[in-house]
């Protein structure tokens, strides 16, 4: 079986990098997921490998990415390179025609119902680039539409980096090596065979059972790319230490326990933060109504134990560095969430300016989310108001000021609030409530792009004083 796709004598358009890539391609299991440590080559792999028919007219072909912004960027830094090499022209911005008439579709599956945009569909071959953001029902529903044609061989693949979850039990023969597990192992590349019951239930079989579906992994290393070189090795070190042992060294047992990302002693307390700095005060909206009467009302630990209404000042000053300021948190119906954002615009502007403090505001994905960020832009008329999208994955999006917080630390301003932060960061992910670190980590963000950029309300970052 061949692993190179030539269009020309002269010209190779797509090569597997040796030792993985190529197990990886030249694998003939029905079902087949790449991945491990970060920089393996995984989406170069999943592009590549979807060309190996392309001489067939009725070749059709799929890649995943859970977003169209995901699908735009795995287009043109992946696919066209390679597609356009072997005479590919495309078509709208997802769509790769060939020159026999094989086709390569390339789609984003934002959510479940998404799946449903491929009933009745047919492919030969299905391709998840990191398959631990779809659903188990999002893959077994695109799983059903793996069909074939004039003889052409069947293939579903994926890439992912180490997660605990379902990506981890279906493969858990490759990948789980925890003390628990006690089911069938594997190496790197072996084919194994697997049948269903009618209950969804797996059970690995003998090479020749009826009606058995051949499953394989493949592990990939920083290493097996020439391409990346020690810069790439020393962004991984920088973060936070289990994404540092999934994405560095392929981890799948390294997992999140209270005390991982946040320690009290990474927050110095201090007497005064700097009056000259970058500051947003981040808001984080709680979406429960609650229970404001009764007995067991706002009791931690009971049903109605709800999420906050969290809004954290923090900011940046050369030679001071990182600081959270003020951490407003209340509970109530929305009107109380609405009085409390306003209330703390007027207290920043009293303080620091309108334009001293940048004031950023979810914005969920849909209608109902824009129609809620608009409103708060209403409202805060005069007030520099930025939206975000917050990661729903609330680790990765604590990674980067997890990182900051152990590499260098985050100063806090003395105030009462702080001993409840300091219990939330300590439990974090595994507590009750995260909405300040959600906010803390959107503001962190939201600084280090405004610092990347050097955009600020009140001036240059540059000419702050220095409070070293």
Known sequence: MTTEIAYAPEQIAWRPNPGPQTKATASNARELLYGGSAGGGKSNWLVGGATRYIHEPTFRGILFRNTYNEIQKISDQEARPIYEALGGKVKGDSEWNFPSGARIYLAYMASDKDAFAHQGAAYQYIGFDELTHYSLFQYRYLFSRLRGKNGIPLEIRATCNPEPGWVKERWAPWVDRSQGYDGILAESGQKLWYVTDEHGVESYVDKDTPDAISRAFVRAKLSDNPFLGPEYASQLKSMDPIQRARLLDGDWEADYTPGLLFRRSMFRIVPHVPAKAIRVRSWDLAATEEKLVGANAFKPGRPNDPDYTVGTLYGWAPGFGFFIEHIERVRGRPEVARQA????????????????????????????????????????????????RPDKRKVLRAGPVSSTAELIGISMLAAPWNELFLQEAEQFPKGKHDDQIDTLSDAHLTIAEMKATNKNTTADYSSLPDFS
């Open 341 to 388: 954002i306003q209330r703390m615009a007027e207290q920043d502007a009293a303080k620091y300016g309108r334009g001293g403090v940048t004031i950023t505001i979810p914005e969920d994905p849909g209608s109902a989310g824009i129609t809620v960020f608009e409103a708060y832009v209403s409202m805060l008329a005069g007030y520099r108001v930025v939206k975000r």
